[in-house]
């Protein structure tokens, strides 16, 4: 996971390096918070320490037949915690994630990305998938949370994570202009399941998250297997590692929804549902319509491409 961060990490340094519509001072600013970008891998190494845990639990008193005053309890040990975390400084190095999650983050107060152990697994991650599997899913998912340190929110925080423009002005007129184009792309679709259209500035900053993670993602796939494209194919699939590797990218995010849960998810989350974000993405990434032969003006290929990175 490490390397495989590095690398990311490197792919979104030449994405930044080729941005013809963002000047050096913008861009330098920009490497300055990707280089201070921390990571958290798996689990924190703190959990294990048997003092550390009896000292962060000992004012919490549990008794076996009071379920009310248990809760108080525990509701008074959080805020607590919660109050001295707001007043004593941001310690960078706590986990407020619990490690079985099976979801990855970024947090532009704190300028850290986040993978616990509970994603390290298949069919995200496995030291046993070829690299194309990997980089499809987990790798894209690495891409997406590093880019959201540049999406139209964690852009506006900087390397500290402070809230404070470190952007350029007319840098950042472009920008808003490509984010539009993503905006009125994504608006563009309508969920079969629930019946609605997407709110393409809801859905925003995940869309430019989905994009930039997975032109990083395909990036760093490809600097990985160079000179070893005749890499073994899997057997009994007629797929090709280019193939495969998009094809990990949508399987991630496969799911089965009922349409109450699709008209809740329209109507509330920052994501588009998952079928829009893979189609919303790979219709934008050339290299997709080259692996899959998806004539131009077809519907995964249109002419028209928008991306922020
Ligand atoms: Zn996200």
């Not at 941005?19 to 689990?43: C, P, Q, S």
């Not at 990218?249 to 329209?266: D, E, G, L, P, S």
């Amino acid at each position: 996971m490490n390397v495989m961060v590095d690398n990311l990490m490197r792919a979104f340094c030449e994405l930044l390096e080729e941005a013809t519509w963002m000047g050096d001072k913008t861009k330098a600013e920009a490497h300055k918070k990707l280089a201070a970008m921390g990571r958290k891998i798996g689990y924190p190494d703190y959990g294990f320490i048997d003092e550390e845990i009896e000292e962060k639990y000992k004012s919490l008193v549990m008794t076996p037949d009071n379920l009310y005053e248990n809760l108080d309890t525990l509701f008074w040990t959080k805020s607590k915690k919660r109050l001295n975390n707001t007043i004593e400084s941001m310690n960078k190095t706590t986990w407020r994630k619990p490690t079985f999650l099976v979801n990855a983050f970024y947090s532009p107060r704190k300028n850290y990305i986040v993978f616990p152990a509970g994603i390290l697994q298949p069919p995200v991650f496995s030291e046993r998938f070829p690299v194309s599997i990997n980089y499809g899913a987990i790798g894209t998912i690495i891409g997406h949370e590093i880019t959201h340190g540049f999406d139209n929110k964690g852009s506006q925080y900087d390397k500290d994570g402070l809230l404070r423009m470190w952007w350029q002005p007319e840098d950042w007129v472009h920008f808003k202009e490509k984010g539009q184009r993503l905006i009125d792309r994504y608006g563009n679709f309508t969920d079969e399941l629930s019946g609605m259209k997407i709110n393409g500035i809801t859905t925003q900053q995940e869309n430019v998250a989905d994009n930039g993670g997975l032109k990083e993602g395909y990036r760093a796939y490809k600097k990985m297997t160079m000179g070893k494209e005749d890499a073994k194919l899997l057997p009994g699939l007629n797929l090709t590692h280019d193939q495969l590797f998009f094809l990990s990218f949508a399987q991630r995010a496969c799911w089965k929804a009922t349409k109450a849960n699709a008209i809740a998810h329209v109507l509330s989350s920052k994501h588009a549902p998952n079928k829009f974000r893979v189609i919303g993405s790979l219709q934008n990434f050339p290299d997709f319509a080259k692996a899959y032969k998806c004539p131009v003006g077809s519907p995964m290929n249109p002419e028209k491409k928008c991306s922020v990175w």
